[in-house]
């Protein structure tokens, strides 16, 4: 099996199962030897941080001596993202082996798992074979039912911000939301929760009471931020000063804080951490697609937002970043989304958009958006073929002092960071 193969595999598994529950995810890791059990984990969930949470835990882990497992979805550029260690993403090699190892089993089952239980399966087991300290372990979607909750020796979950995502599996409110996302708090087990709504609040700290878990709230009081450019923010934090950080954006700096509350838990559970982990693990940390900066002339800035509270983030960047100027906006997004909302909270800034057609069954394509922007935004619109070409026109219409912004979905900005590369390699920008 080669690498086109594996995932030819992965991603062509059909859901089978029509009953909610951790039964297939429990019943594939039983068969391939349990290897969840035995590890110490980081359970991350919510809706909007999860990975730059994640990302930065990992690697403030990993800087203090420990073999550290990060398990996140989706993916932007390779699927090998999804699964790291220490930082490093697992081979191709890696993956064909785990894929053959595990397929065998899930094809046994009565009641075929999912991609995403795969995927989770395949992840345990190469922590495993990996001989992890801990593993920071990103939900993928909900909490209680997610294929990730099976796990038992969980140090510390983490919540980050809770918004309307998934409403028609997870809620129609951010409180039911929440209480889905709860599942993950387990007896006994320390939970930090990001500062967020008193209602939300309250729902987790009603569910930590009744499983015993203590509760804390992130220290967003004691963050004081010093600078923030389009190359990085610093801030304080208590008593340590000059935090440097890379991602951008004031909700950077909120998860930041839930991450250092969380640092303290995990101290008090007996994690050496000192303090120069810390800071090198923020201020090193890499996580892609979340307002990154792609390309100086003309600026190019990539964002992964796609829903409100994301895209409320978003206004908040370009006001602090970019005063005063006017955007092209590459735009790709899924039809069952609430693009109506999005592209309202970005016209103010907008001086025309692009649109193209995510790589995604779900997407709409970039002619029927184009229509949209200019029937209900009054805005011109262009509508590519490709996600490749879209880059370039974006590129042609800001011209080398101008600005595009690349948002709306995370399918897409692998293709926009390749074609970037290209251009970049062609000498076409800088």
């Not at 073999?67 to 979805?73: A, E, F, H, K, P």
């Not at 980050?160 to 028609?168: A, K, M, R, S």
Request: proline share 5%; charged share 25%; hydrophobic share 40%.
């Amino acid at each position: 099996m080669n690498i086109e193969e594996a995932l030819r595999y992965i991603h062509g598994v059909s859901w089978l199962g029509t009953i909610p529950g951790l039964e297939r995810e429990l019943e594939l890791l039983h068969r391939i030897g349990d290897p969840h059990k035995g590890m110490k984990y980081v359970h991350v969930a919510g809706t909007n941080g999860k990975g730059s949470t994640a990302a930065m835990l990992q690697n403030i882990l990993t800087r203090a001596g420990y073999r550290t497992g990060l398990y996140t979805s989706p993916y932007i550029i390779r699927f090998n993202e999804r699964i790291q260690v220490d930082g490093a993403q697992i081979s191709d090699e890696e993956v064909c082996a785990l894929t053959e190892f595990v397929k065998p089993h899930a094809e046994a089952m009565a009641d075929h798992p999912s991609e995403f239980e795969i995927v989770t399966a395949i992840g345990f087991e190469y922590f495993k074979r990996q001989k992890c300290d801990i593993v920071v372990l990103e939900v993928g979607m909900g909490g209680e039912w997610d294929a990730t909750n099976v796990i038992e020796d969980n140090e510390c979950a983490v919540i980050v911000n809770i918004g309307l995502d998934h409403t028609e599996v997870l809620g129609d409110t951010i409180e039911k939301i929440a209480l889905t996302k709860s599942g993950v708090v387990k007896k006994g087990c320390p939970c930090v929760i990001y500062r967020q709504e008193p209602s939300v609040e309250q729902v987790f700290r009603e569910v930590c009471q009744k499983q015993g878990a203590p509760f804390h709230l992130a220290d967003f009081d004691s963050l004081r931020p010093v600078f923030s450019g389009l190359d990085g923010q610093r801030f304080d934090w208590g008593d340590m000063k000059d935090i440097r950080l890379p991602l951008l954006g004031e909700h950077q700096l909120k998860n930041a804080s839930n991450v250092l509350s969380a640092v303290e838990v995990l101290r008090g559970r007996g994690w050496a951490i000192p303090e120069a982990a810390v800071r090198e693990g923020l201020a090193t940390v890499d996580w892609p697609g979340r307002f990154q900066l792609m390309a100086q002339r003309p600026l190019f800035i990539i964002d992964g937002g796609h829903n409100p509270q994301c895209l409320e983030a978003l206004e908040d960047a370009i006001r602090t970043y970019l005063p005063g100027r006017e955007l092209v906006f590459l735009n790709g997004c899924m039809a069952d989304k609430d693009y109506g909302d999005m592209f309202n909270r970005l016209k103010p800034f907008a001086r025309e958009f692009v649109t193209v057609t995510p790589a995604n069954p779900r997407a709409l394509s970039a002619r029927a958006l184009s229509d949209y922007i200019r029937e209900h935004l009054d805005a011109p619109a262009t509508p590519c073929d490709t996600v490749a070409g879209g880059v370039r026109t974006a590129v042609e219409k800001a011209g080398p002092d101008g600005v595009v912004c690349a948002c709306g979905s995370l399918y897409m900005l692998g293709e926009i960071v390749a074609e970037l590369e290209a251009m970049k390699a062609r000498g076409e920008i800088q």
